[in-house]
């Protein structure tokens, strides 16, 4: 083989990893405002906006099938190794974390939907700042991926516990809430599953962070995920 066609080889497999990354980045940006707008379509009581959500989500689905079929023919037709070799898989497994994100993103919206038809129930501040949290984490990690980035992984591995924070707190608030009314129960269960889904949406931005770290170094991260959700140990005490 000339050197001028191991050359062109070469560059033409760069430039198709710079097309899945650049894939990845296009599901990721979907991702997050499927996230964003399912809360806003929660605090604005908007019904439109979240019928919206639950609508796009079939973009994401796509948008991972194409991711699949891609790495699939990059695995098979170039034969990579080392790093171009575990940055395909990492793509291939991070378009299945997105497109679960997206899926909690519409299941909040199918709720905001239902919550919308209720009563109006507490604040809903620590459901924006859990939707903020896990929109910065999840858009940190595909930057990460983009700028072949470990440092800026690791940060975002170690940014989860605030949003189980937030967490536990809602948890407890709207058990309280329907200790206090049993008609409160249709709302605070529908909110509770929400804050769940955002939970678990800050969990696959760690996973995220964690494939990309792998991708870049070659190896895992050995240290315990931070975690802080205390829920399936919490007590509420009923109102006296």
Known sequence: MSTNTRTHIVTSFGEDLKRLREMIARMGGL???????????????????????VARDAQLDAMEREVEQYSVRLLALRQPMAADLRLIIACMKISQDLERIGDYARNGAKRAIVIAQQPVLGSLNGFERM?????????????????????????VWGNDEPIDGIYNGIFR????????????????????????????????????????????????????????????????????
């Not at 997050?32 to 019904?47: G, I, K, M, P, Y």
Request: aromatic share 2%; no cysteine; glycine share 2%.
């Open 31 to 53: 991702a997050e405002r499927q996230v964003a707008d399912s809360a806003l379509a929660l605090v604005r009581r908007d019904s439109v906006l979240a019928a919206e959500v």
């Open 131 to 155: 939707a903020e949290l896990v929109q910065e984490n999840l858009k940190g990690a595909i930057d990460a991926l983009v700028e072949d980035d470990a440092a800026k992984a690791d940060e």
């Open 173 to 240: 608030e709207m058990l309280t809430f329907m200790m206090e009314d049993p008609r409160n129960i249709t709302a605070a269960t529908h909110l509770l599953f929400i804050a769940k889904n955002l939970e678990r949406i800050g969990d696959h931005a760690t996973n995220i962070a964690e494939r990309v770290h792998f991708a870049v170094l070659g190896e895992p991260l050995t240290e315990e995920r931070p975690k802080a959700d205390t829920s399936s140990s919490a007590v509420v005490n009923p109102p006296s």
